[in-house]
């Protein structure tokens, strides 16, 4: 069905959505003994039960939450064929950039509908040969790959499988050439990668995994570096760095490619970080500091000899690139290679040169230096829109990146370094239009009078009468930039002549640090108000109305959504917290929530930060009496990140304090995590359904 058609099948059935019969929300019980004392200021929690998730009532609670929400969903009378458009659009072959590791060309690929990309490899104009194929870890697809690392010489790889959405993860040792397993598997991994050393071993990152109640949910603390010896036992691993004599709570490692140096990250939040290096060329060096605070943000990007390139905001909320020699690396010896500029910078390298990523009002630009801080060139993009993928191997002469936007579907280009001459490698193969679609980025001004950017996409000729769908897509933290990138489930919304919007928020990272920092702490309230002034943005130049418009977010964007519609229920139609960090009193107290205190606070810092936080959290925000907007919670059983008794919690007390005909409903997927390597074939169901309560909600009924 062309677009031009369902455009026109959208205005004629506006008024043909058919009622949908809701169930009673199921009872919780509550114990109203569990009350928790703050500074003077007791704080009932009656639901603090739905925090075991290992409880039979727990999920018995589950059982009976989503009993409700999948019949009224069942009822939705467009579901079917909307589920069945989302498959048609998604199955269609998808590619990966390829990567070289010892001769051999790899590649991702997606047939249309697997439920996982299928890691291939080539040689030369050989046929491609299947090297790992993760549909074949699972029966349901549960099981995902989450990183594979090769050796230098690409002889052996160690790749990470996750087991129904979890952090945990397993490593596996195989031969690329027979592409048999060496030695056992490792177990219990998390946040961390595989960096090798030579060909004899890796290290790599974990946390003691917790003894005491759930592994899913329980704190995870310490983490701590390990080096693994292939061909011994992993309770024979080295430890390198972390544990008791040195505690922190976020340990990464890496390599440098020429295998000279062990390079150490070491954090207690999410922002800020210790650097430190080892020189592997000589077994006793010890392992020597290179920032001994965590006030700022360091990675090594490269060496060549004794000479470190490193990217840091330090003295730079923007980032630069600084070399530093090995021998004394601390800050008060560095040399600006790269200065800051205005724009927030993300350097990468290869063949023998630097890529400084831009962000300019959050699109990308891309200029090639020299390793000797030579500009080059600034590389000539198709457009408005992200790229990314400007890394290779050193001694690499070309590489391949990915360009993309709302409306611009992901294009691999292959790059010739020497020239900067850039050719489409293989152009996208979804069921989409371009020249049917407009995208524009406008500003808007924040409650404080901040000027804040917001890209606007929808099908052209739409017309601005306030009477348009419209989703409202928000993050606003941890110094993320979302930058524009195609959306195959979005499709549904344009193609029904609706409105997609992204407003890069405070607490994001497109402006660099000062941007993100006015977004945190006791600053979070800009964020919110950010996005509530992106919808009345929307209202007030005819985009849509509240009676059309839907909120989402994921995780920090679930937070962000469920403050939203709490302090402003009377804006939006439809709310759609997902995975969100949503109970801000104790998200702390769970796996590695502790670890996001830079950018919230805890109420363990002060009475000033506990009575910010319960002002807002959204899960305290909630008025007994209130019409609350059409929501649909939705999170994952396994989900280790931001555990799912946010989610529980915040759905039965917005039930219970509900008052009027819009549906408050909970979906809970089994067998998923946070998001990361779920199964395509639940990802489409869950676009479907979700998609299926905004428009039977916002009253317009999509022309399928």
């Not at 390829?98 to 890691?119: A, I, R």
């Not at 027979?178 to 090798?196: M, N, P, S």
């Not at 293989?426 to 679609?437: I, T």
């Not at 936080?613 to 931001?642: K, M, N, W």
């Amino acid at each position: 069905m062309s677009a031009s058609i369902i455009s026109c099948d959208v205005k004629q059935s506006q008024q043909e959505v058919a009622p949908v019969e809701l169930k009673s929300y199921p009872r919780t019980d509550k114990n109203t003994t569990v009350v928790d004392d703050y500074f003077g200021t007791e704080v009932p929690d009656p639901y603090r039960w739905l925090e075991n998730d290992t409880s039979a009532a727990t999920a018995k609670w589950v059982e009976a939450q989503n009993e409700v929400t999948f019949d009224y969903l069942s009822q939705i009378s467009f579901r079917s064929p909307l589920r069945e458009r989302i498959e048609e659009l998604w199955n269609y072959e998808k590619y990966s950039a390829p990567f070289k590791e010892g001769g051999w060309t790899y590649f991702y690929k997606n047939d249309g509908l697997q439920n996982h990309s299928v890691l291939y490899r080539q040689q030369d104009d050989s046929e491609p040969e299947v090297f790992l194929d993760p549909n074949t870890f699972s029966e349901d697809g549960t099981t995902s790959l989450a990183g594979i690392s090769f050796t230098k010489d690409g002889s052996q790889a160690a790749y990470m499988i996750s087991e129904g959405g979890s952090d945990w993860r397993k490593a596996i040792v195989v031969d690329t050439e027979t592409k048999e397993q060496v030695g056992d598997t490792l177990r219990d991994l998390k946040f961390t990668g595989i960096a090798w050393k030579g060909n004899e071993g890796f290290y790599y990152s974990s946390y003691d995994k917790p003894d005491e109640g759930s592994a899913l949910s329980a704190m995870t603390d310490q983490h701590t570096l390990y080096y693994h010896e292939l061909g011994t036992l992993q309770s024979e691993d080295k430890l390198i760095f972390g544990g008791s004599e040195t505690p922190r709570r976020y340990i990464g490692a890496s390599v440098t490619e020429d295998q000279r140096f062990l390079v150490i990250s070491a954090a207690h939040s999410t922002s800020g970080n210790e650097l430190y290096i080892k020189d592997l060329s000589n077994p006793d060096s010890p392992i020597m500091p290179v920032v001994k605070n965590m006030d700022h943000e360091h990675s090594v990007l490269a060496s060549e000899g004794d000479t470190l390139y490193i990217q840091t905001n330090l003295d730079a909320p923007n980032e630069r690139v600084i070399t530093a020699e090995a021998a004394d690396p601390g800050p008060e010896n560095w040399t600006d290679l790269i200065p800051e500029t205005d724009n927030v910078l993300d350097a990468s390298t290869g063949g023998g040169k630097i890529f400084a990523h831009y962000l300019e009002d959050a699109t990308s630009l891309v200029q090639q230096y020299g390793m000797d801080g030579e500009l080059e060139r600034t590389i000539d993009l198709p457009g408005m829109g992200s790229a990314r993928g400007f890394s290779t191997k050193r001694e690499e002469d070309e590489l391949y990146y990915t360009f993309t936007s709302y409306i611009y579907p992901p294009t691999i280009f292959h790059y010739d370094i020497a020239s900067g001459a850039s050719e489409v490698y293989k152009e996208s193969g979804v069921d989409f239009d371009p020249e049917q679609y407009e995208s524009k980025q406008v500003f808007f001004t924040s409650r404080d009078g901040t000027r804040v950017p917001m890209i606007i996409t929808h099908k052209k000729g739409v017309e601005r009468n306030g009477e348009n769908p419209a989703l409202l897509y928000g993050y606003g933290g941890f110094n993320i930039s979302l930058t524009a990138s195609f959306s195959v489930a979005n499709i549904i919304l344009l193609e029904n002549g609706g409105i997609y919007a992204v407003p890069n928020l405070r607490g994001g990272g497109e402006y660099g640090k000062e941007w993100h920092e006015a977004g945190t702490r006791m600053d979070k309230q800009n964020v919110f108000d950010d996005f509530i002034a992106a919808a009345e943005y929307l209202i007030d130049n005819n985009y849509t109305s509240s009676e059309y418009l839907g909120i989402s977010g994921r995780s920090n964007g679930g937070l962000l959504v469920g403050a939203a519609m709490t302090q402003r229920p009377d804006l939006f139609k439809v709310a759609l917290p997902g995975v969100g960090v949503l109970d801000m009193l104790r998200y702390h107290q769970f796996t590695a929530g502790a670890g996001w205190a830079s950018d919230y606070g805890t109420v363990d810092d002060s009475e000033e930060m506990f009575k910010y936080l319960y002002d807002y959290s959204p899960y305290h925000s909630l008025e007994p009496g209130t019409e609350y907007p059409a929501t649909l919670v939705t999170t994952a059983d396994h989900d280790d990140r931001v555990v799912p008794a946010h989610s529980f919690k915040f759905a039965a007390r917005l039930q219970e304090y509900h008052e009027g005909e819009n549906p408050v409903l909970i979906r809970i997927e089994t067998k998923a995590g946070h998001g990361a390597g779920k199964p395509t074939s639940m990802v489409i169901v869950e676009h479907a359904d979700t998609w299926s309560f905004f428009f039977q909600n916002v009253g317009v009924a999509p022309g399928y």
